[in-house]
């Protein structure tokens, strides 16, 4: 009897444990390699003679690569900057490697509030195929904060640049796409921080959040039309986040931009690399309160720190023009 108990208990253990590592595995690998092989739409799927991919924030980062990759699978691309130098430079490049005719549109998003600005950048679009929309630009503030220590400039800026910007390429962009009578693809910038509590980055991972949101109906909306997905990555070496080391956690804007070439008309918003999908689930283990209380820790350390080193840096201007000064007699 003492034995059979003893299997019994076994036998439940064994199941739970059997349970909890099969399943997530199963989950992993579907994700990973199933869904990305099998039910995902081939990067051509979208492109038809002369198709163009537009990209805003497309001189640096993210934006760049996605930028070239879409060069590279035959696209035309439309891109667009605050800075005239770099896109101009990157249109040059393209032009000259991958053949395609590039057009660049100086244009700094956040001055767009102003009357008809918008009407003037959807004539920029008058008579191109816009196959592809890459809904990439966008901006953190500087320097994390509690919310009544932001200055009202940020916020509105952040709600303008993630949100305004993003809603108004695809209110013009998406009449253009139903008109072509082919699939087309809306790509959206999301973030890690839009899944989780973020205190003193707030209103970054709230616009963020909102951007996942935002996919995800209108994925369902235009089902076998358009395919909208965001992307909500953890940590991309970029001058956004100043990461420079090579990490596990942290992938160059190419390797970044190939992960989410996996995953187009799979669904509304997906993490596309595998070890920040690892990091999500970790994430989503612990609860809100404590990952909460724990960011907020760090991100007051990260806020503390820059104060200090920028006082260091003024104090040293300072002694240093001192310097500087002619002695009076
Ligand atoms: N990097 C990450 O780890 C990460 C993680 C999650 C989500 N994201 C999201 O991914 C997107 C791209 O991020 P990123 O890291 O590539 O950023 P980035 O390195 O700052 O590059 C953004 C590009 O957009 C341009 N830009 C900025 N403000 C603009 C404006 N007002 N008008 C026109 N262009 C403007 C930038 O120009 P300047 O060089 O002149 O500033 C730059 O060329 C963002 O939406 C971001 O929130 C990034």
Not at 171 to 194: A, F, G, Q, V, W
């Amino acid at each position: 009897m003492v034995k059979n108990v003893g299997a019994l208990v076994l036998g439940i253990v064994g199941g739970i444990v059997g349970v909890l590592t099969i399943i997530p595995a199963i989950l992993f690998i579907w994700r990973v390699i199933i869904k990305p092989k099998f039910f995902s739409q081939k990067p051509q799927a979208y492109k038809k003679e002369g198709s163009y991919a537009i990209i805003t924030g497309a001189a640096g980062g993210i934006g760049k690569a996605f930028t070239i990759r879409f060069a590279k699978e035959g696209y035309n691309v439309f891109i667009m900057d605050r800075a005239a130098e770099p896109l101009h430079a990157l249109k040059q490049e393209i032009e000259e490697k991958y053949k395609v005719t590039v057009k660049e549109s100086v244009c700094d998003f956040i001055q767009t509030d102003k009357e008809g600005k918008w009407d003037e950048i959807a004539k920029q679009f008058e008579g191109i195929d816009v196959a592809v929309l890459v809904n990439n630009v966008g901006m953190v503030q500087y320097l994390p904060g509690e919310f009544h220590s932001l200055e009202l400039r940020d916020i509105n800026f952040m709600v303008t640049l993630n949100i305004r910007t993003l809603l108004m390429m695809t209110h013009i962009c998406i009449p253009k796409m139903l008109e072509r009578n082919h699939r087309s693809l809306i790509i959206n910038m999301s973030s890690s921080t839009s899944g989780y509590p973020h205190p003193m980055i707030q209103v970054y991972s709230s616009t963020k959040a909102f951007v996942r949101q935002f996919a995800d109906s209108i994925n369902a909306e235009y089902q076998g039309k358009i395919d909208v997905i965001a992307y909500t990555p953890w940590y991309v070496k970029t001058d956004m986040t100043k990461i420079r080391e090579n990490a596990i956690y942290a992938l160059t804007p190419e390797s970044f931009v190939n992960y989410c070439f996996n995953y187009f008309g799979t669904c509304g918003h997906i993490n596309p690399y595998w070890f920040h999908y690892l990091m999500d689930i970790g994430t989503s283990c612990i609860p809100s309160k404590i990952w909460g209380q724990q960011v907020y820790k760090q991100q007051s350390f990260v806020r503390k720190r820059f104060i200090m080193r920028k006082e260091a840096e003024e104090k040293k201007k300072a002694e240093e023009s001192n310097e500087e000064k002619p002695k009076q007699n």
